[in-house]
């Protein structure tokens, strides 16, 4: 069955970087598009950006265009996304999801990593 | 950005209710939206597809329909296990955007 499986929580510093993982599992993994998105109590669900699987070719979303560096590692059917330097209004929790149904968001989600910025 | 304005922000329900959820797209996104379930601490759990679709497994109580620039999400009889966030998604034009949310209580 597919899965997308998440690296766990992290709290980081302001100014910092993170990288969280999304490793796919139970499909073709180069032939989708692996996405990402941001969720906070205040501002909801927010589209960050999709990766090529293949190619690696990525668009962001503007907003998030000089924070977030969207990866995939083809070996080990992994993508990633580097968040850079962290404010507290980057805290949130970060899903990736898999394209489904025509869409760069379907129905395939991970877990959710929680990504607490603070000194 | 597409704006995409969903109402109620929040819902009082019963068992037994049908509810109906709106998110109103700020121009035309055709038939690019989708619907989503979220309960507290999961992820979202995709419930319409094509603004009129169910993907599998998802029960037949629920249902998408569009007029216009309004898209609703209605779920008839509402069951215990219904009650959760909901969010739509426009999936026409980059980027993506979601609503606000839906909270049913």
């Known amino acids: 069955q597919v899965q997308l499986q998440q690296s766990g929580a992290e709290l980081a510093k302001p100014g910092s970087s993170v990288k969280i993982s999304c490793k796919a599992s139970g499909y073709p993994f180069s032939s989708y598009y692996i996405s990402w998105i941001k969720q906070t109590t205040g501002q909801g669900l927010e589209f960050i950006g999709y990766?090529?699987?293949?190619?690696?070719?990525?668009n962001y979303n503007e907003k998030f265009k000089d924070k977030a560096t969207l990866t995939v590692d083809k070996s080990s059917s992994t993508a990633f996304m580097q968040l850079s330097s962290l404010t507290p209004d980057d805290s949130a929790v970060y899903y990736c999801?898999?394209?489904?149904?025509?869409?760069?968001?379907?129905?395939?989600w991970g877990q959710g990593v929680m990504v607490t910025v603070s000194s | 950005d597409i704006q995409m304005t969903q109402s109620p922000s929040s819902m009082s329900v019963s068992l037994g209710d049908t509810v109906t959820i709106t998110c109103r797209a700020s121009q035309d996104v055709g038939i690019y939206v989708h619907w989503f379930q979220q309960k507290p601490g999961k992820s979202p759990r995709h419930m319409i597809y094509?603004?009129?679709n169910l993907p599998d497994g998802v029960p037949s109580r629920f249902s998408g329909s569009r007029s216009g620039s309004d898209y609703s999400l209605t779920i008839s009889s509402l069951e215990s296990e219904d009650v959760a966030d909901y969010h739509c998604?426009?999936?026409?034009?980059?980027?993506?955007?979601f609503g606000s949310g839906t909270k049913l209580e």
């Open positions: 999801a898999r394209s489904d149904y025509s869409s760069y968001v379907g129905s395939y």
């Open positions: 094509r603004a009129t």
């Open positions: 990766i090529s699987s293949g190619s690696g070719g990525t």
């Open positions: 998604l426009q999936f026409d034009e980059f980027p993506l955007t």
